[in-house]
């Protein structure tokens, strides 16, 4: 994988991240959502703004890998684009001070490794 194919991988997967962390700050303005609510929530989805800027990211996210694909086999991509998990649960840490039991850190390092391993060229 080359520097620009990296980049690209990295956009891609900071543009996921993003938009996760949008999506979850504008979930926790909706509320929770049950029979009673669900078409007021999801109503409720087009007026909430950190929803529309998560989905947004999503989007340039996949155009982003898209672009990514034209230029490395999917056997890479793919693997590679796993690393949206591990931000995810940093940014839980980080920002929603969700905890990382030692069972899911094991897990994140076995992702990292296998990125590693996909990655890696002789």
Do not use: H
């Not at 940093?90 to 490794?113: D, H, N, T």
Request: with cysteine; glycine share 10%; hydrophobic share 55%.
């Amino acid at each position: 994988m080359s520097w620009q194919e990296f980049c690209l991988l990295l956009l891609s997967v900071s543009a996921s991240v993003t938009g996760q962390l949008f999506l979850k700050i504008g979930a926790g303005k909706l509320g929770r959502v049950d029979a009673t609510n669900a078409l007021q929530q999801i109503l409720g989805i087009v007026t909430t703004s950190e929803l529309l800027i998560g989905l947004a990211c999503y989007g340039v996210g996949a155009v982003v890998y898209i672009l990514l694909l034209t230029r490395v086999n999917l056997s890479v991509a793919g693997p590679s684009a796993s690393l949206v998990y591990v931000f995810s649960v940093l940014l839980g840490y980080f920002i929603f001070k969700e905890s990382i039991p030692l069972i899911r850190l094991a897990g994140l390092s076995l992702i990292v490794c296998g990125v590693i391993l996909v990655v890696w060229q002789k």
